[in-house]
């Protein structure tokens, strides 16, 4: 009797301990009925992010290469004889290659009035960007710590200058530069970039050097630092994507920049924006030298922008993020 009660307490109890058939959680059909549906919502979640980032990549990819076209031409075009592009088009070179050649950058380079208008632009661009560059982290700085009598208004117009157009300024500098003998000289051109630069790189430079921890400048004046060494030694390596960024928008500006050289440059050695302005004149027959002469001009600014695209990158988002 007890024995067989205690067999069927054991046959009771089995299905307690064991695994397949008891109430243990998550086993039964209700359970993977539920399941089922979350794992297939969370796939098809991650199957539609992946689908939405390749369509934007794609996208993004053919943005590029729209955008890159008109600089592929030009490339394809400058690599072309004067005959071959009246002839047909660029694309011409893909069934085509033979059509290549370096002729036309050779003539180029010894075509007088295109190397002297590449020198003239080098003249022009490097100084207004350097005395921006200095007056501007000079002036950023003077700004944002020092303190001096109506430094607030003296930024504010500085600020007020942003608004006022190059145009409106170009007869009364020409009546001026022309009485002090400025006109048509390449230290002219310099000073109205300089001048038209200056109120963004303040502005600019100041906004960003605002944003340096005082105690770190107060730390440095008690170790001894005044006013140079803690612009030279703490605040221009702090700044320095800032700056680098600033130098880029200046560069870039100045060098392809026409209004203001064909007003004041010299005409006898303009730059090379003016230079290739005046063969278009003769387009017919200069075809050979204006397409390596715009695709030479295009890749100097491009080559500065991609040689300090890292401090440009550091310089804008240096405010985004606290």
Same mark, same amino acid.
């Given at each position: 009797m007890t024995s067989s009660g205690q067999e069927?307490?054991?046959? +009771?109890? &089995?299905?307690?301990? =064991?695994?397949?058939?008891?109430?243990?959680?998550?086993? =039964?059909? +209700?359970?993977?009925?539920?399941? &089922?549906?979350?794992?297939?919502?969370r796939l098809a979640a991650r199957a539609a992010a992946r689908a939405a980032g390749g369509a934007v990549r794609v996208f993004l990819l053919l943005t590029a290469l729209f955008w890159l076209l008109p600089t592929v031409g030009l490339l394809l075009s400058s690599l072309r004889s004067s005959s071959d592009i009246a002839a047909s088009g660029w694309w011409r070179v893909f069934t085509a290659p033979a059509q290549l050649t370096t002729a036309n950058y050779a003539d180029l380079l010894a075509n007088g009035t295109i190397t002297r208008s590449l020198l003239s632009t080098v003249l022009i661009t490097v100084p207004a960007t350097l005395l921006v560059l200095v007056i501007g982290s000079l002036a950023g700085y003077a700004f944002a710590w020092l303190d001096f009598p109506g430094r607030d208004w003296w930024f504010l117009g500085v600020v007020a200058l942003l608004v006022v157009p190059v145009q409106v300024a170009l007869v009364p500098v020409s009546k001026l530069f022309g009485a002090v003998g400025l006109f048509e000289t390449t230290l002219g051109v310099v000073l109205f970039h300089t001048a038209f630069g200056l109120p963004? &790189?303040?502005?600019?430079?100041?906004?960003?050097?605002?944003?340096?921890?005082?105690?770190?400048?107060?730390?440095?004046?008690?170790? =001894?630092?005044?006013?140079?060494?803690?612009?030279?030694?703490?605040?221009?390596?702090?700044?320095?994507?800032?700056?680098?960024?600033?130098?880029?928008?200046?560069?870039?500006?100045?060098?392809?920049?026409?209004l203001i050289a064909l007003i004041f440059a010299d005409s006898q050695s303009p730059p090379i924006t003016v230079a290739l302005q005046q063969q278009v004149r003769q387009f017919g027959n200069n075809v050979d030298v204006l397409a390596p002469g715009a695709f030479l001009s295009m890749v100097v600014p491009l080559v500065v922008f991609f040689a300090f695209q890292r401090q440009f990158t550091a310089g804008v988002m240096a405010g985004a993020v606290k």
């Open positions: 069927r307490t054991g046959h +009771g109890t &089995a299905p307690e301990a =064991g695994s397949g058939t008891g109430t243990t959680p998550g086993a =039964g059909p +209700g359970a993977g009925a539920v399941s &089922a549906p979350g794992v297939a919502s963004f &790189a303040v502005f600019l430079l100041r906004n960003f050097f605002a944003e340096i921890p005082r105690e770190l400048l107060e730390a440095a004046r008690l170790d =001894g630092a005044g006013e140079v060494r803690l612009f030279t030694r703490v605040v221009l390596p702090l700044g320095g994507p800032a700056i680098a960024s600033l130098g880029i928008f200046q560069f870039l500006w100045v060098w392809n920049d026409m």
